[in-house]
Nanobody, 123 residues
Framework: QVQLVESGGGSVQAGGSLRLSCAASEYTYSSSCMGWFRQAAGKEREGVAA???????SYADFVKGRFTISKDNAKNTLYLLMNSLKPEDTAMYYC?????????????????WGQGTQVTVSR
């Protein structure tokens, strides 16, 4: 069964931190690549970070140095640690699982999606 459940979103002031979690079914977690995407109100969904089965990672330029993607294989869980948050990081954040080209952060490479968790950053 395909299942991705995000948690950890919330409201935080600029400069603060949040850690998002994504609990995945074993089938989904075995995907070649897992990633985080976000969608702000009125904007298109965009890639944030991805990690493949070997642990290689990729990040969008706008989060490099601030966000860290990681996973715990024992728990089938994906994480996104977000530091130095900015108001422009406000969005719904989605966990996704996909194929071997997921590090490119193209939505088309991801087959399974969670329902999202809201992150709001105030000034």
């Amino acid at each position: 069964q395909v299942q991705l459940v995000e948690s950890g979103g919330g409201s935080v002031q600029a400069g603060g931190s949040l850690r998002l979690s994504c609990a995945a079914s074993e089938y989904t977690y075995s995907s070649s690549c897992m990633g985080w995407f976000r969608q702000a109100a009125g904007k298109e969904r965009e890639g944030v970070a991805a990690i493949d089965s070997d642990g290689a990672t990729s990040y969008a330029d706008f989060v490099k140095g601030r966000f860290t993607i990681s996973k715990d294989n024992a728990k089938n869980t994906l994480y996104l640690l977000m530091n130095s948050l900015k108001p422009e990081d406000t969005a719904m954040y989605y966990c996704a699982a996909g194929g071997p080209f997921g590090l490119v952060l193209d939505l088309a490479d991801f087959d399974y999606w969670g329902q999202g968790t809201q992150v709001t950053v105030s000034r």
